[in-house]
């Protein structure tokens, strides 16, 4: 099956500084990949949606200055996450929907980033 | 995308089928019924969907009442790696607006030994 991977697992990184987190899929085409944001005991929140070569799209609430994204090739997607503070450690998933049309669903998901700023 | 209703938690003992249910009154005609779950601290896992007819896998089956408005997965033999929240989602198959999935709170199914 479609396989979608991140990069890194987990990153630990101190107040204002900034991460980047890789999403790629590993054997297939994705020509629009999702990012979420997921906090303890809560459920998965669409942070935006990127289209390979344009610029993502925003859920309301989400600053489009904090979290950069790149969306540069067909295989990978990166969510930059700027001046980190303690409030944006959570839980981050990528998702990948397969350009050819998925055979029995659209999306595939990465493991998660597990991003805590101290 | 039509609204579900899942119980917040349920238990199974390990061995006996889990039976989550979900409503979906408002289901629209050409709204499919995903299932995905996820195990703690790992992203979404696909298990099923269907439109009208029951499906079966080798994960689960997924029984879909005759007026659609709700449905039900079924894992025949729980065991304790089954232990997950389960998250049922309408939407249109194959969309091509590229919409995300939304996701609601789900059923947290806590398998016991």
């Known amino acids: 099956g479609a396989v979608v991977s991140q990069h890194p697992s987990r990153v630990i990184c101190k107040s204002g500084t900034s991460v980047k987190i890789e999403c790629r899929s590993l054997?297939?085409?994705?020509?629009?990949m999702f990012w979420y944001r997921q906090f303890p005991k809560q459920s998965l929140m669409l942070m935006a949606t990127?289209?390979?070569?344009?610029?993502?799209?925003?859920e309301q609430g989400v600053e489009k200055d904090k979290f950069l994204i790149n969306h540069a090739s067909l295989t990978l997607s990166t969510l930059t996450v700027t001046s980190a503070h303690p409030e944006d450690s959570s839980f981050y998933i990528c998702?990948?929907?397969?350009?050819?049309?998925?055979?029995?669903?659209?999306?595939?998901f990465g493991p998660g980033t597990r991003l805590t700023v101290t | 995308d039509a609204k579900t209703t899942q119980p917040p938690s349920m238990d199974c003992a390990e061995g006996r089928a889990a039976n989550l249910p979900c409503n979906h009154s408002?289901?629209?005609?050409?709204?499919?019924v995903y299932w995905y779950r996820q195990i703690h601290s790992q992203g979404p896992q696909y298990i099923i969907h269907?439109?009208?007819n029951n499906e079966t896998n080798e994960m689960a089956s997924l029984i879909i009442t005759e007026d659609r408005k709700s449905s039900t997965l079924i894992l025949p033999h729980a065991t304790l790696r089954d232990t997950a929240v389960y998250y049922c989602?309408?939407?249109?198959?194959?969309?091509?607006?590229?919409?995300?999935?939304?996701f609601g709170s789900g059923t947290r199914l806590q398998v016991q030994p």
């Open positions: 990127s289209n390979e070569g344009s610029k993502a799209t925003y």
């Open positions: 408002t289901i629209s005609g050409n709204e499919y």
């Open positions: 989602i309408v939407r249109v198959a194959m969309d091509t607006g590229r919409r995300a999935l939304t």
């Open positions: 054997d297939f085409q994705a020509t629009t």
């Open positions: 998702s990948a929907r397969d350009g050819a049309g998925g055979a029995r669903n659209e999306q595939y």
């Open positions: 269907g439109l009208k």
